[in-house]
């Protein structure tokens, strides 16, 4: 059930400022309605994934919406050099109480 979600509502974490990643969590729920947001990291930018996912429900959407479920896993891939590196990955599902 939950692997049919769309893409609409995944905000994919990288080097933006902070507030951009939590106004576009909270966006999806305000605005266009959505039931469930995951928020998707991997490597250095998972500590910030953790810091949007509490900002966004303990600060701008307190009482509304929590944290549903925590997905770790790592993905390998080659670098510029062709060497393989592994590197690890998280997804935050937040969703509306």
Same mark, same amino acid.
């Given at each position: 059930?939950?692997?049919?979600? =769309?893409?609409?509502?995944?905000?994919?974490?990288?080097?933006?400022?902070?507030?951009?990643?939590?106004?576009?969590?909270?966006?999806?729920?305000?605005?266009?309605?959505?039931? *469930?947001?995951?928020?998707?990291?991997?490597?250095?930018?998972?500590?910030?994934?953790?810091?949007?996912? @509490?900002?966004? =429900?303990?600060?701008? #959407?307190?009482?509304?919406?929590?944290?549903?479920?925590?997905?770790?896993?790592?993905?390998?891939? *080659?670098?510029? @050099?062709?060497? #393989?590196?592994?590197?690890?990955?998280? *997804?935050? =599902? #937040?969703?509306?109480?």
């Amino acid at each position: 059930m939950a692997e049919n979600r =769309t893409d609409d509502h995944i905000v994919f974490i990288g080097g933006k400022p902070f507030m951009n990643y939590v106004t576009g969590v909270v966006m999806q729920f305000t605005t266009q309605g959505a039931n *469930e947001v995951v928020i998707k990291a991997r490597g250095k930018f998972i500590s910030r994934a953790v810091d949007i996912a @509490e900002v966004s =429900t303990k600060r701008f #959407l307190e009482n509304t919406v929590e944290i549903r479920g925590i997905k770790i896993d790592s993905e390998e891939f *080659e670098n510029q @050099e062709q060497k #393989l590196i592994r590197v690890s990955t998280i *997804e935050i =599902t #937040l969703g509306k109480k």
